[in-house]
């Protein structure tokens, strides 16, 4: 019996003890293609040599340092570099060890902003039902999943909630072509029932990723929220921790449609899984209020981790280098086209979606009314067991539709090969069809 407290405990896990490319290999010698590289982690391919180097360097010269005793080289320049990647004036980034820490930073930092401006009455925080944000309790609180919230209902809601932008359940007046104004306006509208000078932030996933598989806006949306943000003096945190560092094909999620965020927050792809790591980025104006005001209370032991800047920095030369970003685009579009083409003629494939090599699969009972399958029957679960039988490996979502619904979740890396594609398409089409 194994001591390990694990995250699955209905069923014996393989040991992993290798991985390369976009393949894991189990101690049976059992290969998978990890088309959802882990969690929509792996970016830039398992088994980068330059990757692995960078993180043996760094640790060979600092072990250890903590960040209010010192500053490293490779942090510094890891800033430097991706500031001017980020869909933010004058970015400063505030690493940490991952993206429920960066969640949390965010919140708090919105937070510290206000208090900055003597604007201390701004508390409220909005999120969206529907989203994810982390497991920690402000970044579930901030999320709206109902599943994960529940069993710790009591200690939660502080902060409020809009509509997700879900366009395949939309139901706002105007969908499709207009339903973005409709999404902005009850933004705006809690906004003044709120209270405007009570409001601190907006926070939202540019496309939303665990909890609706791979769901995008309407066009106008970003542009519109943010307007209704700006109007109101509440700062607008996009939370890219799955969109960001190209997974949609654009180096983040935002840059779809030109939004600029306050603050933002990046984990996952950052490091590619090779480091747990995470960030929080604020715009110029929202770090030199902060700093004037004497700086941020916040922290933790692992936050400003040079190891984990060499890999981060290691992981975003290698996307900038390779061209990964529009990789991430070409492939994406070539594999979601090729998906729509397998799966055209299933019964239970509603809805395929997403940006870039960020795609998701809705599975429905009724393709003509949209009605999900019930819980019970455990059609997203069936199909990953099928694709794990077939030798790929999908990631899933669940209980989106008053606790019904089946999501099924895609996301290589961006270095898959043609080959790869192919299988991805033969496989999740295999596994489907076996659920069916
Ligand atoms: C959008 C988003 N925010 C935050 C998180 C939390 O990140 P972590 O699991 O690294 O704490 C996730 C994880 O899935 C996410 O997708």
Redesign the pocket.
Known sequence: MTHVFGRVLNRELPVAVKSEGAWIEDADGKSYLDAAGG??VVNIGHGDEAVVAAMADQVSRTSYVHGTMFTTEVLESYADELAPLLPMADAHIYPVS??????ESALKLARAYHLARGEASRTAVIGRWQ??????LA?LDA?GKEPLRKPYEPWLGRFLHVSAAYEYRCEMPGHPDACMRAYADELERIILETGPDTVAAFIA?PI???TLAAAVPSDGYWPAVAEVCRRHGVLLIA?????GFGRTGQWFGVDHWGARPDIL?A??GATSGYY?F?LCAASGPVFEAVRGAGGFVNGFTWSHNATGAAVARAVLRRLKGDGLVEASRLKGERLMKELAGALADSPIVGDIRGRGLMIGIELVADRATKAPFARGEQVAERVLAAGREHGILLYSSTGHVGGDGDLVMLGPPFTITDDDVDAIVERTAAAIRAVV
């Open positions: 969690a929509i991952g993206g429920s820490e960066a969640v989203a994810y944000h982390g497991n920690t970044a999320g996933e939303v990723g665990a939370d890219e921790v799955m969109t927050t984990g996952k747990p995470g």
